[in-house]
């Protein structure tokens, strides 16, 4: 049982390089997520999804985008790197239903833009 | 989502127990109080969560006031490895409505020898 799995766990990039942060998970979580932290800063919800085939923005969407095929996987991908797209981001996956259990986080991806 | 406020800061010795608390006073009926932390920079941690009982288990305890406007997190013996930044968040926890986690600013604790 390997939780939530993030891929890489740093990555340089050039200004307007794409790619795309993987994140698996093998729990048959329903909720996934992917959020974005700065230094010295909180979390801040990227994009999230309630069940393959149904994702919605967060409080910073832009730049990014998301898609959910499977229940397992939920890649992130940023469309054109830009140096304020420097950050650690993680992912995280959780049941649906009242009362579930929360959010389990990967550990994270370091990304950087320069 | 109702918002939640926390302090800033807190110091703890260590042993002691440690009360964080954390007032929602716009929390409606389906929300749940959930607890985070975040050691460092590795990723946040589930803690406890509850509707309107408290709740306790190997980790902490959570006390929710009987108007549901405020809760406190206690962990009963704190120990230098649970210095981190503790969060409180409301939650709903209805399909299609809960997936959406929105973290604040939390509180700093920082347990002292």
């Known amino acids: 049982n390997a939780g939530v799995t993030q891929t890489p766990k740093f990555q340089v990039l050039k200004t307007g390089q794409s790619m795309t942060l993987q994140c698996a998970q093998d729990m048959n979580h329903e909720y996934m997520s992917w959020y974005r932290q700065d230094p010295g800063m909180g979390l801040r919800l990227i994009h999230y999804s309630v069940g393959a085939g149904i994702t919605d923005q967060g409080e910073v969407p832009n730049g990014y985008n998301v898609s959910r095929s499977t229940t397992e996987d939920f890649p992130l991908r940023l469309l054109s790197a830009a140096p304020s797209q420097t950050s650690v981001y993680f992912c995280a996956s959780s049941w649906g239903g009242q009362g579930a259990r929360g959010y389990t986080f990967g550990s994270g991806t370091r990304l950087t833009v320069v | 989502d109702a918002k939640t406020t926390q302090p800033t800061s807190m110091d703890c010795a260590e042993g002691r127990a440690a009360n964080l608390p954390c007032n929602h006073s716009t929390i409606s009926g389906n929300e749940y109080v959930y607890w985070y932390r975040q050691i460092h920079s590795q990723g946040p941690q589930y803690i406890i969560h509850?509707?309107?009982n408290n709740e306790t288990n190997e980790m902490a305890s959570l006390i929710i006031t009987e108007d549901r406007k405020s809760s406190t997190l206690i962990l009963p013996h704190a120990t230098l490895r649970d210095t981190a930044v503790y969060y409180c968040?409301?939650?709903?926890?209805?399909?299609?409505?809960?997936?959406?986690?929105?973290f604040g600013q939390g509180t700093e604790l920082s347990v002292k020898p």
């Open positions: 968040i409301v939650r709903v926890t209805i399909y299609n409505q809960g997936g959406k986690l929105i």
């Open positions: 509850g509707l309107k």
